[in-house]
Structures are given as C-alpha cells and as structure tokens.
C-alpha cells in the first residue's frame, strides 16, 4: 500500500480544495484515470492517476482544503495478496483452498517437496519504474497538514478508512437499527451533485448531505440547493417534497437575524488577494470619454468575403493594438523593487471573464496577428473554457494590458481596478440609442462610454488621456487607421 499525495500544480499554488471525488474505496483505476476534481486558485483541475491500483482509502472529504505534498489518496497494489484467506488479487492459485483443512501449527510454514517456499513479500522490493507525470514532481516535507473548513462544508464518507472499517463502526451495536442503516449508506454514498452545484452549496453554507435531492435517481439540483440555503420546506411548496433540508427549521424568531457565512477559498480569495495588493499598492486614476460609435457598428454588421463578422469587443481589442505602439506606457508595468519602468514589447492582451466562481483574466495568445473575427472567435473560445473553469495556469497569466466588458451587465460605465503588473485597463460601458448630436443636427446615435484606469506612476494624466482618445477615435471613425 502507498499514498498519493496533493502534486504541485505550479505557478506557486501551495493548497487544493476537493471538489468531486471520480472515485470510491474499493475502486480498481488505471494509469491516467481521472481520480477527483481539485479547484485551486486559478482553475478546476482534474488529477490523473499515477498508477494502476486500487483505492484503499480517501483522505480527504469533498470540501476539504489540503496542502501541497498532503496524502490524498491511499493505494494497494493490485497484485498485492488480500487480506482474507491469503489469496492473491490477481486470481492465481492459492497455497490452500477453502476445501483443504487448515495445516497445524508445526507444518504451516514449513515448505514441502511439491511446493516450495513462497517468497516473502516485502516493502523493500524493487519498485517499478513508472511514467512521471506533468507537475508529479517530489514533494519536500514539513508542508504541514490539511486546513479543514468548518463542519458543516463536510460530508464524511469513509475518509482515511476503508470502507469496511466504516461500516463496521457503524455495526458495532453503538446506534438502533434504523439509525445504523441510514448511516451506512451516508457512508457508502456521497451526495449525489454537479461540481456548479456543489460550488453553489459552498457558497451559500449549504451541507450536501442534509439536501433531499429532486433530480434524477436522487441527484441534487441548484434548486434543491438554494431552497434548501432559504428555509423552504421545498423547491416545489409541498412539506417534505425536493428541496428540503433534513431536520432544518422552515421557520425563524421574529428576533432571529439570518445570515450566512461563505469561506473565501480558491479563486475568489486569490482576486481578493490581487485587488487589495493592486488598490494599496499602485496609485490609481481614471479617465473616460463617450463616444458615437454607430458607423463602427454598421461597418460590423456587413459580413467580409468570407461571411465572418466580428465582434464590437473584438473591434475594440484591435484599435488597442496600435494605440499602445503609440503610447508604449499604456503596455508597461511598475517594477517597485528594481524602480523601474518595463515596456512590454508586445501586447498581450486579457479579457476579464465573470465566471461563477469569480472574476478570470484570460490571456488571448498572438491577438496582434489576428484579423476581427478571428480575434471574435477566439475570445469567444477562451471565455467559454473560463466559465467551464478549465483554463491553464497559462492561460491566466501572461497578459500586459485588459478589457473588461462591464456593458453587457447593462450599466454604462465603471472604474476598474488594474490587474497587478500591469498601467492600463479599459473598460467598456453598454452600448446606447440616444439622441447624439450629429453633423450639426441632433439625431438618433448609438453610443458607448469607455473608462481607462492607470497606474500614475507609469502614465501621466496626458498620456492615458491620449491612449484613450487614440482608441476612441478608431471607434469613432475606423476609417482614420488609414491615415496613421
């Protein structure tokens, strides 16, 4: 037998918190076989197996939040004998049969003429050599053990135990019958729910395992989740039917004040981190102008030679590009240790992504060498890998400069805070019909607001304003590209 530990995943992540196990005790895996779903800061990752085997213990619950190099996973051999009878796993003969009576003491381990002595089996054998996988490095010691989030974000099947010492536990005569049985099963079977709905529970306070299920073959739902989060008695009204929480109140005290408490775990506590490093670090001031954009707009809406269109967000990305040649402070970054300025020689450019698990940069690889609806499609690629949660740590690193979005929430403007490492942000407010005026008459426009954050001691008020009016009069009127 041997653990798996939590790997290092890179870029600096020192801890995993389990989001759903893809495995039980007693399973037999393969080499690369999903084994559970770990978020980290940066993203859901899936650790592969190292080994073929099976699983002989858990060591973590779903929930739980564990230390690189912290035992995961306990393995046994598949070779390996089995305990009961002294039969090996992998189906070759026995020494002795069921139908063979038991030899006495004095000629047990005494080998015979017609069978020789069974080599012994120890831990010293000479292990095999095996395939290293991609961030399976060695572990140093000393990194501490597991931080546990509270209780109730803790379902408890068989955790570091096999599945017969639990149920055993349970069997011992402890608890009345019909409590034994249901706590059995609690510890053959994990709620049953989607990684979207377990992160939902987490966030609203919600234990899986006092969640009736309303889904199909008693999978727990969103609605089941948030009913559950509210006190109902159930998703659909009815006492008792889904949604319901086992033995939770479905009322309060007229001086009860409800509240709950989410742990800032993940991704959510890493932008925490980044923004009040970037809010008390880098002096930070904004600028921001409105701007006619509705010949851009009906530039877009006609097809090129091919049928492609692309996108306002992408066309906004590409008038980016040659504004930043012409004001290199607004792709550079503070270096406060060396007090230095570094100008980035190309732009790479993020695109902030609302997720459920948080705000995501996501880094749009060679945006300068891409025409508009190529650029459309790959930010459309990137964010949906973002909302699935699947980017690299790659992925979400790297960039130089970032757009965000904030018009599709419907609000006309914001003022964002910079992504560490980088001067400039632009952020794009909601497109709007609005009367504008327009070649000396007042007539009907759509317009849009932009609004530029910028590290002060990079840009100066008059280079980020000229940034920003170079990326505006792009907008405005595509064709002065060609007079620049």
């Given at each position: 037998m041997s653990d798996f530990t939590l790997p290092d995943l890179g870029e600096g992540l020192t801890e995993a918190t389990i989001v759903a196990w893809q495995v039980a005790v007693g399973d037999e895996v393969t080499l690369n076989q999903a084994l559970v779903e770990v978020e980290t800061a940066k993203a859901l990752v899936e650790l592969p197996s190292p080994r073929s085997g099976r699983i002989s213990a858990l060591h973590a619950a779903e929930g739980e939040t564990l230390a690189v190099g912290s035992p995961l996973i306990g393995f046994e051999e598949v070779g390996a004998v089995a305990s009961a009878g002294g039969v090996p796993a992998d189906g070759s003969p026995a020494a002795s049969s069921a139908g063979t009576p038991a030899a006495d003491d004095s000629t047990a381990d005494a080998p015979t003429a017609d069978a020789p002595a069974a080599a012994p089996v120890t831990k010293s054998a000479a292990p095999q050599r095996q395939q290293v996988l991609v961030g399976y490095g060695p572990v140093l010691p000393g990194t501490g053990r597991p931080r546990r989030r509270p209780r109730s974000f803790v379902t408890e099947p068989y955790v570091g135990r096999s599945a017969e010492a639990a149920v055993g536990e349970i069997s011992a005569g402890e608890v009345s019958a019909g409590e034994s049985t249901a706590r059995e099963t609690s510890a053959r079977e994990t709620p049953r729910a989607m990684p979207p709905v377990r992160r939902r529970a987490r966030d609203l306070g919600v234990d899986l395992a006092a969640v009736h299920g309303s889904g199909p073959a008693g999978r727990i739902l969103r609605a089941d989740v948030e009913a559950c989060a509210q006190g109902a008695t159930g998703a659909h009204g009815g006492a008792g039917t889904s949604g319901a929480c086992r033995g939770a109140s479905t009322g309060m005290g007229t001086n009860t004040r409800a509240s709950t408490r989410v742990p800032v775990t993940g991704l959510r506590r890493e932008t925490?981190?980044?923004?009040?490093?970037?809010?008390?670090?880098?002096?930070?001031?904004?600028?921001?102008?409105?701007?006619?954009?509705?010949?851009?707009?009906?530039?877009?809406?006609?097809?090129?030679?091919?049928?492609?269109?692309?996108?306002?967000?992408?066309?906004?990305?590409?008038?980016?590009?040659?504004?930043?040649?012409?004001?290199?402070?607004?792709?550079?970054?503070?270096?406060?240790?060396?007090?230095?300025?570094?100008?980035?020689?190309r732009v790479a450019l993020g695109i902030a992504v609302a997720t459920e698990r948080g705000l995501v940069v996501a880094t749009v690889p060679d945006a300068e060498e891409a025409d508009g609806a190529t650029l459309t499609e790959q930010i459309a690629a990137i964010a949906a890998t973002a909302r699935e949660g699947r980017l690299t740590p790659a992925e979400l690193t790297g960039s130089t400069l970032t757009v965000t979005n904030v018009g599709v929430f419907g609000v006309d403007g914001g003022v964002p805070i910079l992504n560490p490492g980088q001067s400039t942000i632009l952020a794009i407010g909601t497109l709007r019909t609005q009367p504008w005026e327009h070649r000396g008459a007042i007539a009907l426009r759509t317009v849009v607001t932009l609004t530029l954050s910028f590290d002060h001691r990079v840009l100066d008020g008059a280079e980020a304003s000229r940034f920003l009016m170079d990326v505006a009069d792009v907008l405005s009127d595509p064709a002065i590209l060609l007079t620049r």
């Open positions: 925490a981190r980044a923004m009040t490093d970037s809010a008390f670090t880098a002096p930070q001031a904004s600028v921001h102008t409105t701007i006619d954009v509705t010949d851009t707009l009906d530039r877009l809406r006609r097809p090129g030679r091919d049928g492609s269109k692309a996108s306002f967000l992408a066309a906004v990305c590409r008038a980016i590009l040659p504004a930043a040649a012409r004001t290199p402070s607004a792709n550079a970054r503070y270096d406060t240790e060396a007090g230095e300025i570094e100008h980035f020689a």
